[in-house]
């Protein structure tokens, strides 16, 4: 069995290439909105099934949940606080440049979330997620939610 993962559509921080942690609940871009629907016609393509979404209640995984849903012909969407991405403080909305070195080091952004807390955090939901893995759940996260399932792997 597996667990999917979509990204969420695009944010204007994002497009910009600002950092966009779990404490910045930032909307999907009209882009972002496109990007979902795409996605979403890509898994009717596909065929992949698809029976439960799985999702942060952060806006933009929300709303691209949403999207998805209803181009597969209403899948139940389930919220889950703990998918939200990693919290990164008073790096939000700074050019991801910035401190790209910083964080790839372990550092823990000012007011943020440590990497280990975040991989906890991730962790314990997939844990709790494994019973419902028969459902055929799809994830709306973010990258950094893929970064940790790439690690528990």
Do not use: Y
Request: charged share 25%; proline share 7%.
């Amino acid at each position: 069995m597996h667990l999917n993962l979509l990204r969420h559509g695009a944010t204007a921080p994002n497009l910009q290439g600002l950092r966009c942690g779990g404490d910045l609940d930032a909307p999907l871009t009209e882009q972002g909105r496109r990007q979902a629907s795409e996605a979403a016609l890509r898994i009717r393509e596909l065929r992949l099934p698809v029976g439960v979404i799985f999702t942060s209640r952060m806006q933009r995984t929300r709303e691209t949940a949403q999207i998805v849903s209803r181009l597969l012909h209403g899948v139940p969407i389930v919220l889950e606080p703990a998918f939200a991405e990693r919290r990164l403080g008073q790096w939000n909305l700074r050019p991801i440049a910035e401190n790209e070195a910083a964080l790839r080091q372990g550092v823990t952004p000012p007011g943020g979330e440590s990497n280990l807390e975040f991989v906890e955090r991730i962790s314990a939901a997939v844990e709790a997620l494994l019973p419902r893995l028969a459902e055929r759940p799809l994830l709306v996260g973010s990258k950094g939610i893929a970064r940790i399932l790439g690690e528990l792997a």
